[in-house]
């Protein structure tokens, strides 16, 4: 099933509140591409229609912007409105929201920039469905141990997330 991109993005706020981790703007953007990446690689579908943008702080969708943006650099609270995603993808979501959760803010914009489907695209450009896909079954999701105990993303060491990262971020916006 695809789903709108601000019902994906209301998940993943959740998911962050419920686990104690503080979700900005930025960094919501940014998991909601590894999100993006993960569904049309593994699953051959995105888990949302809305477009991708090669915004000059990486991947963004304009509508969860426009959604969060009066947020601005302060944590996102968690929604009100009813998840309706599915328990299925809830549980692939919840996979790669954990894969990333420990990098920080400034670590998921700087591996961004450094992969092909933003950094090949003009800025403000759309980020197509098709070089996500490619990049992420080609790069990322290339063996048979995707959700296995092995690390998906191995290119940044985690580390501990520093919201006040998120906020030095937020005031370039």
Do not use: C
Not at 31 to 39: E, K, M, N, S, W
Not at 49 to 56: C, H, L
Not at 136 to 152: A, E, H, Q, R
């Amino acid at each position: 099933m695809v789903y709108k991109a601000t019902d994906v993005a209301n998940y993943v706020v959740r998911l962050s509140n419920d686990f104690g981790d503080e979700i900005t703007h930025l960094r919501l953007q940014k998991i909601l591409y590894y999100i993006q990446g993960a569904f049309l690689a593994l699953k051959g579908e995105p888990a949302f229609d809305d477009e991708i943008y090669a915004w000059e702080y990486g991947p963004a969708v304009r509508s969860v912007f426009s959604k969060y943006t009066e947020y601005e650099k302060n944590s996102i609270p968690p929604p009100e409105t009813t998840i309706i995603i599915n328990e299925s993808d809830q549980l692939f979501i919840k996979e790669i929201n954990n894969r990333y959760r420990d990098y920080s803010t400034t670590q998921l914009v700087n591996k961004t920039h450094n992969e092909m489907p933003w950094s090949s695209t003009p800025k403000d450009g759309i980020i197509t469905k098709e070089s996500i896909r490619s990049f992420f079954t080609d790069s990322v999701y290339n063996d048979s141990f995707l959700l296995s105990d092995k690390p998906i993303v191995t290119e940044i060491p985690n580390g501990f997330y520093d919201p006040a990262e998120d906020k030095e971020w937020s005031d370039f916006l």
